[in-house]
């Protein structure tokens, strides 16, 4: 199946905005590709209002500090779900990411925890894993301020923040906790192999392509031997077993497909419960594309569905 026609519009659209001569982000600095992606913040709009919103400065493990944004969405919240955003760990940042946040908050009833971890390649890894792994126990060990009782914890993101979040459920177990009930990973990233058959397929090349995912890496993890650390590409990871339970979300249309599908497969072997969906006609991005690309309601919508039987459970 081939990209959908919103899509296929819209990268029209992208394509004539930038007009012949615009350079790709790849081959841009990091502070160019940043602002370039931030200008993509006025496609989305604003979200719904919240209960409150509030921010917080965390300080990192090596002593520097980072932000957390907390949406509350009504006074008593049935879960807490730390949003760890997409960017390729470079790009991006919570205010890009604001208006998928309240709408997670508003229709999950979670508060939702958005994550400004710092970015590369001035803070390259692990400072994203340890950033992210700051605001998950922070989170955890405030869940009666948030939320106003000791809700269920959901970690999940798209891309890098996919990538971030299996490695939160990982070090979480790893740790004996936090308790995670559930792991989100959208088109995670999770192996740094861009020979997968996803990344040479010509029409996979829209938003994310195989040279800006190699730039990304680049930047996150400049030595190539560690790439295969498990806290960098959880596919590496020796053992799986004893995780929380994953929804997975690929696209089809996407470099990143293959490794997403291979995590959720490994996963489904070490006996984790996997609740995966591949999105046919999709690209790279939909899900963080909100009111620009219909299919970024629907899947949102597929997570608040599965979050929230989740919940109904726990609360039984």
Not at 45 to 64: C, I, K
Request: hydrophobic residues 45%.
């Amino acid at each position: 199946m081939s990209l959908d026609q919103a899509t296929i519009a819209f990268l029209a659209a992208s394509a004539e905005a930038a007009g012949p001569d615009a350079r790709p982000m790849w081959e841009m600095s990091p502070p160019e590709a940043r602002a370039t992606a931030a200008a993509m913040k006025d496609l989305f709009g604003t979200g719904p209002e919240m209960a409150r919103t509030e921010d917080h400065t965390l300080t990192a493990f090596d002593g520097g500090s980072f932000e957390v944004r907390v949406h509350v969405p009504r006074q008593s919240p049935v879960g807490v779900f730390v949003y760890l955003h997409g960017g390729g760990w470079v790009v991006q940042d919570i205010d890009g990411y604001d208006t998928l946040g309240r709408q997670l908050a508003e229709k999950s009833g979670c508060a939702v925890v958005l994550v400004n971890y710092r970015k590369a390649p001035e803070h390259p890894f692990p400072a994203a894993v340890e950033d992210s792994w700051t605001a998950l126990t922070w989170t955890a060990e405030h869940l009666g301020e948030i939320a106003g009782a000791q809700v269920p914890l959901i970690v999940g993101g798209d891309s890098a923040g996919g990538n971030l979040s299996a490695v939160m459920a990982l070090r979480a177990r790893e740790n004996g906790g936090p308790s995670i009930a559930r792991q989100v990973l959208v088109y995670p990233v999770t192996d740094a192999d861009l020979t997968r058959p996803s990344y040479l397929e010509a029409e996979n090349q829209t938003l994310l392509t195989t040279e800006f995912m190699a730039w990304f890496w680049d930047q996150y993890v400049p030595d190539p031997e560690q790439r295969t650390h498990p806290e960098a590409s959880p596919l590496h990871a020796d053992d799986l077993s004893g995780l929380p339970p994953a929804l997975i979300i690929t696209a089809a249309h996407d470099v990143l497909r293959d490794e997403g599908e291979a995590y959720a497969a490994q996963l489904e072997e070490a006996g984790v419960e996997v609740h995966h969906r591949r999105w046919d006609g999709q690209m790279h991005g939909f899900f963080s594309m909100v009111n620009v690309l219909p299919a970024s309601a629907e899947a949102l919508d597929f997570v608040v569905e599965a979050i929230s039987a989740d919940l109904e459970q726990v609360t039984r």
